[in-house]
């Protein structure tokens, strides 16, 4: 018994109609790696870059080895991290699966092709055949296209928090390796003035002018001091190779930085209203609002969709052996006794209140923490200026007396020593107040979701 030669015309046009509801789509990379650039333009230092292992990639290595010929900025450092730091590259396929993913959201089921050849009672066979496709999938596809864009979105957002956040690693990593620098340089001027003093005490003692026990202590501060400078070139080291890992570079490799900090601006910043442009403009929170719009809309489906997700429609025909075709629908309705779809709805709305719990927990901690970085800033910068205005000066000024003073020999060599001492560690915490100054305005401006600051004369900063 032979099978009769198919004639599938009156399925194609089924076939051909429900192709045409799912249109034909692959995730377009570049543009939603533009969308990202275009989101933080305005808040980093400059665009970001996805290097794929094409042959771009060597511009890039180019153009960063143009700017470390350089001594590195702090603009400039963030621009190298941008191109060079690989943890950083790692994060931009998460913005292409969530593409990926939204793609797939407009996407059909395939339907199912059913064939069954039977034995008919007389001469040839019988043939039927059947395309079944999910009749709900076809009502589900904008509420799920709606979901997969606000969580699109939402990565999308959160990926643009991340760098901002690594902006401000890269500055502060970048800020503490300049103080570890200077505070290394001052500190090891301590130490030559210390093993200054124990050379002249040295000869001192042997010429009878002071006693062992003064001599011992001039020796023992050397030593101290020796054992400091160690220790600040250690923490020097440590900072370099912080910075080193956030740029993707080797601490040991050929780049510089400045000598030291910058001073601070005479315009200070404007505090005012910093908290509610943070809770507008923080990319993270609007993250997590589309988060909780994906929530609602996925609510909103289970409420829709539950009794009927598993509904089918089908097409179904018969040939017979004389030829003939016999074709008719076929509709497959789930029949809701045990599982009527409560948990999953109970689920969803509970996942949307705990969702805005977190949201309005995570606006209030936004704008706690700009309030106490707002402080961490003003009183680093008092404490800067009073160090630097104030303070320094008036040690200044007494090495001056007393180097007048010695002079006329009314006063000894190890009291002029004792005063740069003493002008020396004043000015190592200047510094320390100075990094901590550069290091308060980077976490706030990460505070408030990165951008430049608008400044205005005579606010505290």
Known sequence: MTCDTLGPRPLIPIVMSMLALSACATPDLDAAFRDLGQLVDARLPGPVTWRTGGPEDAA????????LKNPLTAELASKVALLNNREL?????DLGIAQADLVQ?????NPVLEVMLSPSSGSGTN???GLMQNFVDLLMRPARQKIAKAEYE???LELAAHLVSFMSEVQVAYYAYLGAQESHAVTAEIEETERDAADLSTAFYRAGNISEREHTEHLAAAADAMAE???SEQDMRARRGALAGVLGLSPVGNWSAPSRLSPMPEQSIRLSGLEDRAVKERFDLAAHRSELHASLEELGFEK????????GLAISGEREPDGEWLIGPTLEIPLPIFDQGQARVSAATLAVRGMRDRLLAEERQVRSD????????SLSRTRATHLGAVVLPLREDVVRLTLAEYNYMLEGPFHLLEAQQETNETYRQYVIALTDYWIARVKLRAAIGGGAFEAKLGDVS
């Open 60 to 67: 890039v290595d180019a153009r960063i080895q143009t700017i």
């Open 89 to 93: 590259q790692a994060r931009y396929a």
């Open 105 to 109: 959201a407009g996407l059909l089921q």
């Open 127 to 129: 043939i039927e055949l």
């Open 154 to 156: 939402s990565v999308r």
């Open 229 to 231: 400078r160690y220790q």
């Open 304 to 311: 829709d969709f539950r009794l009927v997700e598993e509904m």
């Open 370 to 377: 700009v309030i106490l970085e707002s402080e961490a800033l």
